[in-house]
T-cell receptor
Framework: GAVVSQHPSWVICKSGTSVKIECRSL??????MFWYRQFPKQSLMLMAT?????????EQGVEKDKFLINHASLTLSTLTVTSAHPEDSSFYIC??????????????FGPGTRLTVL | AQKVTQAQTEISVVEKEDVTLDCVYE???????LFWYKQPPSGELVFLIR??????QNEISGRYSWNFQKSTSSFNFTITASQVVDSAVYFC????????????FGAGTRLAVHP
């Protein structure tokens, strides 16, 4: 089956630093990847849709200058949390859509990255 | 508007009990897809099922079964003879063009199965 990896799986950083999270599709090409944020005991909230070779589309209320997304290849999207603050501490999950799949609605999820900002 | 409601925030059962997790959705689209995911304590989402709006057949997979009823806009999930390993948060999700082709998640139901 389709596998999506995320790196790192967890990260602790100091307030004011930037953190980069990678999302990779391991055995398929993904023209579209999605970034979600999940606060403790809450649901997944879509942050942005990342399209290979073009700018990401951000959901309302998500600061694009704070959450930089780069989708430079068909297998890699990165989310950079710039000048992180404690309120950015969360579980970040990516998902990817297989470009060859006839199922437009199918997404494969990564294992998530837990970010803690001190 | 696209919306998924999981009214049960937390459910606690004893092992071997049957348990049903409710999911009610809202959409004006005639073509849409419904999903169930399991999120164990590790955090990784586990895909359980996808159902399209034209297929109202109920599905059974081992101890899991799903009841899709368009008349009530519900897509309920039943675990038969629950086990401790079933303890997790379960999310119902909706995908449709009216939702801009994005997955819309319900709030989730936390299931605790006690020995």
């Amino acid at each position: 089956g389709a596998v999506v990896s995320q790196h790192p799986s967890w990260v602790i950083c100091k307030s004011g630093t930037s953190v980069k999270i990678e999302c990779r599709s391991l055995d398929f090409q993904a023209t579209t990847m999605f970034w979600y944020r999940q606060f403790p005991k809450q649901s997944l909230m879509l942050m942005a849709t990342s399209n290979e070779g073009s700018k990401a589309t951000y959901e309302q209320g998500v600061e694009k200058d704070k959450f930089l997304i780069n989708h430079a290849s068909l297998t890699l999207s990165t989310l950079t949390v710039t000048s992180a603050h404690p309120e950015d501490s969360s579980f970040y999950i990516c998902s990817a859509r297989d470009r060859t799949s006839g199922s437009y609605n199918e997404q494969f999820f990564g294992p998530g990255t837990r970010l803690t900002v001190l | 508007a696209q919306k998924v409601t999981q009214a049960q925030t937390e459910i606690s059962v004893v092992e071997k009990e049957d348990v049903t997790l409710d999911c009610v959705y809202e959409t004006r689209d005639t073509t849409y897809y419904l999903f169930w995911y399991k999120q164990p304590p590790s955090g990784e989402l586990v895909f359980l099922i996808r159902r399209n709006s034209f297929d109202e057949q109920n599905e059974i997979s081992g101890r899991y079964s799903w009841n899709f009823q368009k008349s009530t806009s519900s897509f309920n999930f039943t675990i038969t003879a629950s086990q401790v390993v079933d303890s997790a948060v379960y999310f119902c999700a909706l995908f449709s063009s009216g939702g801009y082709n994005k997955l819309i998640f319900g709030a989730g139901t936390r299931l605790a199965v006690h020995p």
